[in-house]
């Protein structure tokens, strides 16, 4: 049957732009320049968060491929001799190399050479286990210790998180430990049913696990500082007697052992809850005593711990808060995050730079330790595989591969990709595809014809966004918002641009042209209606609320403006149906009156400062207008009756059949600390979903409140914006590479997404992957 119903696209944030790759550094003497750093693994795919293997535990994982896939055992070439003799070493990480999947992977090395040898799906490849679309992250190996007063040895075992189990109530995260016994592949759960936990971290004996768990089991909502407690359990409940799950630590994330006694972590404190700018540390605590002390200094920020001893722990930090709102200003290296080694048995030294010596301008994630602590990992961005170009001119510039990447589908007739670029959006016969910078200041446009180019540039930064195909593809239009984004209060317009894919200068024509904040076009299957949000006729002090009108798609608002939704609320991200002859409209909207939702009069007017949130799907139909009076939508879907509940930019599929949609239906997958780090507000959406109609014919009503949905992707990313394509896949070659230069033929020389100075010596904001505003709010 093939991709039958077409391709869903969607945008990551979050996500750099080059790969990441996991690198290892000296402790004593610490690093002094980049030849002192040494790759862990290949140069595939993006790979992060890594973990050692021990070389007994590696027997084990050999020993059950030499038996169950002795072919793939062969081809690595790696024997249990080796592993022995110490020439060969395992590394476990996460990879997206898999079809795209964000996966655990091995990797076979020989230290001597530094050669990788194999890298395996260690769950695929070698045990076998098709866990379907999902995430895994955070491997770590357990075991290898006696019971019964050493009359049994328990053997070893993979401890990790997945989010292959959806969760029973909305806007919960999937995230659950489990753990794979090496010798035989038996997976069990260890995370209890009905909570819900991140980041296992195993204590140097092997027997027990310690975690971060959700409080109360759930998420509020949280942008960056998570509200979790630590608790610890033993790794083998039926060895052990049970799992012994116990709160240590009330408020903490990412724990570290120490010694089974002492475990590191990080907090982040808020100084005006609920906020994104907290101010993160790194602690110890003694079990034992119940004792807790502040390890890293006040005036930094310190997270993603990774202990060596009971002493001395290595951490990430950032010396001084990010300034990217401000964009102008050069990131200074003490806003770069480094990897630091700190002693509490000696706080009056200093503490051993691991980093900063050797790639002083330049990000470094989550620390590990090798090697009995002589060594400390860690995971960058690869800078250093930027493309150089000279543009066949003197002045050096780098360049970076553009391109669609394709994921695993939750369906086998609908493909799925990941777009770099902002707002993506695919023409009805999929031929063409448009997209906005990261700087919000110039739209692009690839097609087979003309390749990849800028079709529409404006002079300010963050002023175009949000682009649209007319659905009549003969028209060859494309439309975009012109004005601040991701703002409430000034004026936005919507411009049309005809003949877009042809040569030569294009003129964008502006079909609002009164000072109200307009945005999110999209065009009826004829072509020559277009529906959009604006906060026209609610005008009045603050600008705050939005709804749905229609205007002529050619001729704009001089042939008048018909009102479509109409209240004291926020109508927005709308989509017209793609079928010849209807009229129905879906939309995003928050505040509507319903009777299953009420804000508490505790409640704060704004989720996290940035929206009155209570987003959810809607449909109404543009046939039932009657003049002086709005038809009633009909609620599809929403996330929970809460302030932080968010269901947004809903498009239907080609068929009519599904609508997708960005949401935080799964909460998040990972901490996101862990990740790229700034101090502007994110509006956190989540992962792409759909949800099936029940009646796409005649009542619409049928469609309320639809209950069984279905989750597309599986990330510690934030994607957004999708866009669903009727032309099949097969037609549309994902590997198809574009280059956007840094020094463009034109007078627009885009920053996005490069690296400052001479490649790998310097990352500029782009490269973590966030976006180039002060503030998102939808």
Same mark, same amino acid.
């Given at each position: 049957?093939?991709?039958?119903?077409?391709?869903?696209?969607?945008?990551?944030?979050?996500?750099? &732009?080059? &790969?990441?790759?996991?690198?290892?550094?000296?402790?004593?003497?610490?690093?002094?320049?980049?030849?002192?750093?040494?790759?862990?693994?290949?140069?595939?795919?993006?790979?992060?968060?890594?973990?050692?293997?021990?070389?007994?535990?590696?027997?084990?994982?050999?020993?059950?491929?030499?038996?169950?896939?002795?072919?793939?055992?062969?081809?690595?070439?790696?024997?249990?001799?080796?592993?022995?003799?110490?020439?060969?070493?395992?590394?476990?990480?996460?990879?997206?190399?898999?079809?795209?999947?964000?996966?655990?992977?091995?990797?076979?090395?020989?230290?001597?050479?530094?050669?990788?040898?194999?890298?395996?799906?260690?769950?695929?490849?070698?045990?076998?286990?098709?866990?379907?679309?999902?995430?895994?992250?955070?491997?770590?190996?357990?075991?290898?210790?006696?019971?019964?007063?050493?009359?049994?040895?328990?053997?070893?075992?993979?401890?990790?998180?997945?989010?292959?189990?959806?969760?029973?109530?909305?806007?919960?995260?999937?995230?659950?430990?489990?753990?794979?016994?090496?010798?035989?592949?038996?997976?069990?759960?260890?995370?209890?049913?009905?909570?819900?936990?991140?980041?296992?971290?195993?204590?140097?004996?092997?027997?027990?696990?310690?975690?971060?768990?959700?409080?109360?089991?759930?998420?509020?909502?949280?942008?960056?500082?998570?509200?979790?407690?630590?608790?610890?359990?033993?790794?083998?409940?039926?060895?052990?007697?049970?799992?012994?799950?116990?709160?240590?630590?009330?408020?903490?994330?990412?724990?570290?052992?120490?010694?089974?006694?002492?475990?590191?972590?990080?907090?982040?404190?808020?100084?005006?809850?609920?906020?994104?700018?907290?101010?993160?540390?790194? /602690?110890?605590?003694?079990?034992?005593?119940?004792?807790?002390?502040?390890?890293?200094?006040?005036?930094?920020?310190?997270?993603?711990?990774?202990?060596?001893?009971?002493?001395?722990?290595?951490?990430?930090?950032?010396?001084?808060?990010?300034?990217?709102?401000?964009?102008?200003?050069?990131?200074?290296?003490?806003?770069?995050?480094?990897?630091?080694?700190?002693?509490?048995?000696?706080?009056?030294?200093?503490?051993?730079?691991?980093?900063?010596?050797?790639?002083?301008?330049?990000?470094?994630?989550? &620390?590990?330790?090798?090697?009995?602590?002589?060594?400390?990992?860690?995971?960058?961005?690869?800078?250093?595989?930027?493309?150089?170009?000279?543009?066949?001119?003197?002045?050096?510039?780098?360049?970076?591969?553009?391109?669609?990447?394709?994921?695993?589908?939750?369906?086998?007739?609908?493909?799925?990709?990941?777009?770099?670029?902002?707002?993506?959006?695919?023409?009805?016969?999929?031929?063409?595809?448009?997209?906005?910078?990261?700087?919000?200041?110039?739209?692009?446009?690839?097609?087979?014809?003309?390749?990849?180019?800028?079709? /529409?540039?404006?002079?300010?930064?963050?002023?175009?966004?949000?682009?649209?195909?007319?659905?009549?593809?003969?028209?060859?239009?494309?439309?975009?918002?012109?004005?601040?984004?991701?703002?409430?209060?000034?004026?936005?317009?919507?411009?049309?641009?005809?003949?877009?894919?042809?040569?030569?200068?294009?003129?964008?024509?502006?079909?609002?042209?009164?000072?109200?904040?307009?945005?999110?076009?999209?065009?009826?299957?004829?072509?020559?209606?277009?529906?959009?949000?604006?906060?026209?006729?609610?005008?009045?002090?603050?600008?705050?609320?939005?709804?749905?009108?229609?205007?002529?798609?050619?001729?704009?608002?001089?042939?008048?403006?018909?009102?479509?939704?109409?209240?004291?609320?926020?109508?927005?991200?709308?989509?017209?149906?793609?079928?010849?002859?209807?009229?129905?409209?879906?939309?995003?909207?928050?505040?509507?009156?319903?009777?299953?939702?009420?804000?508490?009069?505790?409640?704060?007017?704004?989720?996290?400062?940035?929206?009155?949130?209570?987003?959810?799907?809607?449909?109404?139909?543009?046939?039932?207008?009657?003049?002086?009076?709005?038809?009633?939508?009909?609620?599809?879907?929403?996330?929970?009756?809460?302030?932080?509940?968010?269901?947004?930019?809903?498009?239907?599929?080609?068929?009519?059949?599904?609508?997708?949609?960005?949401?935080?239906?799964?909460?998040?997958?990972?901490?996101?600390?862990?990740?790229?780090?700034?101090?502007?507000?994110?509006?956190?959406?989540?992962?792409?979903?759909?949800?099936?109609?029940?009646?796409?014919?005649?009542?619409?009503?049928?469609?309320?409140?639809?209950?069984?949905?279905?989750?597309?992707?599986?990330?510690? /990313?934030?994607?957004?914006?999708?866009?669903?394509?009727?032309?099949?896949?097969?037609?549309?070659?994902?590997?198809?590479?574009?280059?956007?230069?840094?020094?463009?033929?034109?007078?627009?020389?885009?920053?996005?997404?490069?690296?400052?100075?001479?490649?790998?010596?310097?990352?500029?904001?782009?490269?973590?992957?966030?976006?180039?505003?002060?503030?998102?709010?939808?």
């Amino acid at each position: 049957m093939g991709e039958s119903r077409g391709s869903i696209s969607f945008f990551g944030t979050y996500r750099p &732009p080059v &790969p990441l790759g996991i690198f290892s550094c000296p402790v004593d003497p610490p690093p002094s320049s980049y030849k002192d750093e040494l790759l862990l693994t290949d140069d595939l795919s993006y790979n992060q968060n890594g973990q050692p293997v021990p070389a007994a535990a590696l027997k084990e994982i050999l020993a059950f491929m030499g038996k169950k896939n002795p072919k793939v055992a062969s081809d690595c070439g790696v024997t249990l001799e080796d592993v022995a003799k110490g020439t060969v070493t395992g590394l476990v990480f996460v990879s997206e190399r898999d079809r795209g999947l964000e996966t655990l992977h091995l990797a076979l090395r020989r230290p001597a050479t530094g050669q990788v040898v194999k890298v395996l799906s260690l769950l695929g490849d070698i045990y076998g286990v098709d866990g379907g679309v999902r995430m895994e992250d955070s491997g770590c190996i357990a075991g290898g210790f006696t019971v019964n007063g050493g009359r049994r040895t328990v053997g070893y075992s993979l401890v990790y998180v997945s989010t292959k189990e959806p969760a029973r109530t909305r806007r919960t995260p999937w995230t659950v430990v489990y753990r794979t016994d090496l010798a035989d592949g038996k997976t069990e759960r260890l995370t209890p049913l009905g909570q819900y936990d991140l980041s296992p971290a195993v204590s140097p004996s092997g027997k027990m696990v310690a975690v971060a768990n959700f409080h109360g089991n759930r998420w509020n909502g949280e942008i960056e500082n998570l509200k979790t407690q630590i608790v610890i359990m033993n790794v083998d409940k039926r060895a052990q007697g049970s799992l012994d799950r116990k709160v240590v630590i009330k408020d903490g994330g990412w724990p570290t052992w120490g010694s089974d006694n002492i475990i590191f972590f990080h907090r982040g404190v808020d100084s005006k809850p609920p906020s994104n700018t907290a101010a993160w540390a790194v /602690y110890r605590y003694d079990i034992a005593a119940g004792k807790e002390d502040w390890v890293t200094p006040a005036g930094m920020d310190a997270m993603t711990p990774a202990a060596i001893s009971e002493t001395r722990v290595a951490v990430a930090f950032i010396g001084e808060k990010s300034k990217q709102v401000q964009m102008q200003v050069e990131r200074e290296e003490s806003q770069y995050r480094h990897i630091q080694i700190f002693d509490t048995a000696m706080p009056e030294k200093p503490p051993v730079k691991i980093t900063q010596m050797m790639r002083k301008e330049g990000d470094h994630y989550n &620390p590990f330790v090798l090697d009995g602590g002589s060594r400390i990992g860690y995971h960058r961005c690869r800078t250093d595989k930027l493309l150089p170009d000279n543009n066949g001119g003197e002045k050096k510039s780098t360049s970076i591969e553009r391109k669609f990447d394709k994921v695993q589908s939750h369906q086998p007739d609908v493909g799925l990709f990941r777009v770099t670029g902002v707002f993506p959006s695919i023409s009805k016969d999929g031929k063409k595809l448009a997209f906005v910078d990261n700087e919000f200041k110039a739209v692009w446009l690839a097609d087979s014809q003309g390749g990849l180019r800028i079709v /529409y540039k404006v002079r300010k930064e963050k002023s175009v966004f949000s682009t649209s195909w007319n659905q009549n593809d003969k028209l060859d239009t494309l439309y975009v918002c012109e004005g601040p984004a991701f703002t409430i209060k000034e004026p936005v317009q919507i411009m049309r641009i005809p003949d877009v894919s042809a040569p030569g200068r294009r003129r964008a024509l502006a079909l609002t042209d009164k000072p109200f904040n307009c945005a999110f076009p999209s065009t009826n299957a004829d072509g020559d209606k277009l529906v959009f949000r604006s906060s026209r006729d609610r005008v009045g002090g603050e600008r705050k609320h939005k709804n749905l009108f229609i205007i002529d798609a050619i001729k704009g608002e001089a042939l008048g403006v018909d009102q479509l939704t109409d209240g004291p609320w926020t109508d927005t991200h709308c989509s017209w149906s793609p079928r010849e002859g209807c009229d129905w409209i879906v939309f995003s909207s928050s505040g509507r009156p319903e009777k299953d939702v009420f804000k508490p009069a505790d409640e704060p007017e704004l989720d996290h400062g940035l929206d009155p949130g209570y987003f959810a799907v809607y449909l109404v139909s543009a046939k039932d207008m009657v003049k002086g009076m709005v038809p009633a939508p009909v609620r599809v879907i929403y996330s929970a009756p809460t302030i932080a509940g968010h269901i947004n930019h809903p498009v239907f599929s080609p068929d009519m059949m599904s609508i997708v949609f960005a949401a935080d239906l799964a909460a998040v997958s990972a901490d996101p600390i862990s990740m790229p780090h700034f101090t502007h507000s994110v509006r956190p959406y989540g992962d792409i979903f759909s949800v099936n109609l029940i009646d796409t014919e005649d009542d619409m009503a049928k469609n309320k409140d639809i209950q069984k949905f279905h989750r597309v992707t599986h990330s510690r /990313y934030e994607y957004s914006t999708p866009t669903w394509s009727g032309r099949a896949d097969d037609e549309l070659d994902p590997n198809t590479k574009w280059k956007m230069l840094e020094s463009w033929h034109d007078d627009f020389q885009p920053r996005c997404p490069y690296v400052g100075g001479q490649a790998g010596q310097k990352e500029s904001w782009h490269m973590t992957g966030h976006l180039s505003i002060d503030k998102r709010c939808c």
